[in-house]
């Protein structure tokens, strides 16, 4: 958990490949947004819980998705 945390301290940017719903992803994703770190999802599946919608600067559907809006962005 320590070391997951410090990489989270070190990002910029959490990207998060939600297949399911795991604890441990909800926290790292709660974590980084406490920390004001950039959280963007791909979720998929299209699980969009409350929860993560609120705690998530951008939910999208692939990869290649993430990468293009994270790149639209800066």
Known sequence: VEEDKQLIENSDILLVNQVKLSVGTSMEIFYAWQKAKRVIVISPNGQK?????????????????AVSYIQEQG
């Not at 819980?49 to 998705?65: A, C, F, G, R, T």
């Open 49 to 65: 819980s409350p929860w993560l919608v609120y705690h998530s600067e951008k939910i999208l559907q692939s990869l290649d998705d």
